[in-house]
């Protein structure tokens, strides 16, 4: 006999190019949805929240969504999602751009989720997984795999004696000076800084800032698919060598590979 599978939850209208899921934690319960043009959140009511990252997302679908910026211009094809705590997730693209999302709670009910500019760059994703706490490892196929911590450090700020009233703000730092070896896979020393706090009545108030920092851990190397290949003579000493160079990888990944035979030498 067949097993039953009950459904527990249905949602129309949800864009055609919806192409992963990622499951929020149990206290806060609901889906995340990743799209081509946006990222939608779910929870067990079927209720929804939409966060266009271009023009294109209002056009596809029936769903309601607010206007997108137009200043974005964001395409998340072969994008990945991880979540590093219970109300931030990182959407890492198809180019390495790593975007936190917040999720803003109104009470205990999501009333929307915040996209902040890029912290880092690293790998061409094909998987992305939270391994513990602060290790988060992202695999390729088609360039070296990365294994990255993020740390986060709560840091007091003072605010001036003639701010009142409610503050929440929030900086993610998108300048990064960053050499060869950072462009694969993220600034060690780049930090995801987020400011927020509450103040009220004329005195100075305190407000925490919370900075996540992302950093290297360790690198699998790989050299990813080889598009097009030749054969080359170099000359080492008085012996010619056979090198074979190799179009590899993709994207900002893309290069020419030189692999070298040593135990083979032709006399001259």
């Known amino acids: 006999m ?3 599978y009950p459904i527990i939850t249905a949602v129309n ?7 992963s899921l ?3 934690t149990t206290s806060l319960g609901g889906v995340i949805v990743l799209t081509s043009n946006s990222i939608i959140y779910v929870d067990q009511a079927a209720r929804h929240v939409s ?6 997302a209002t056009r596809v679908s029936d769903m309601p969504m607010p206007p997108a910026d137009k200043d974005l211009g964001l395409y998340l094809e072969s994008s990945r999602l991880v979540f590093v705590d219970e109300k931030t997730f990182f959407v890492i693209r198809k180019d390495g751009m790593i975007h936190p999302i917040e999720i803003i709670l ?12 890029v912290i880092a760059q690293t790998t061409i994703p094909a998987v992305a997984r939270l391994l513990n706490d602060d290790l988060l490892f992202v695999g390729s196929m088609v360039g070296p795999s990365v294994l990255m911590k993020t740390a986060r ?3 007091p700020l003072e605010l001036p004696a003639q701010q009142t009233g409610v503050s929440a703000t929030m900086n993610f730092s998108d300048s990064m000076d960053l050499d060869n070896d950072d462009d694969l896979y993220g600034d060690s020393q780049t930090a995801t800084q987020m400011a927020v706090g509450a103040a009220s ?3 100075a108030m305190t407000k925490t800032r919370s900075i996540i920092h992302l950093s290297l851990c360790d690198s699998l190397p790989a050299y990813g698919p080889i598009a097009d290949m030749t054969f080359s003579l170099a000359k080492n000493g008085e012996h010619f060598v056979l090198e074979l160079v190799a179009a590899t990888g993709a994207g900002h990944l893309g290069r020419f590979t030189l692999f070298q035979v040593n135990c083979l030498r032709l006399s001259s």
């Open 2 to 4: 067949g097993r039953n």
């Open 153 to 155: 450090e709560e840091v």
């Open 106 to 117: 109104d009470g205990r009910t999501v009333s929307k989720l915040v996209l902040f500019p």
């Open 201 to 203: 009545g004329a005195s």
């Open 51 to 56: 966060l266009p990252v271009n023009g294109w």
């Open 22 to 24: 990622l499951p929020c």
């Open 13 to 19: 209208g949800l864009p055609y190019d919806s192409v």
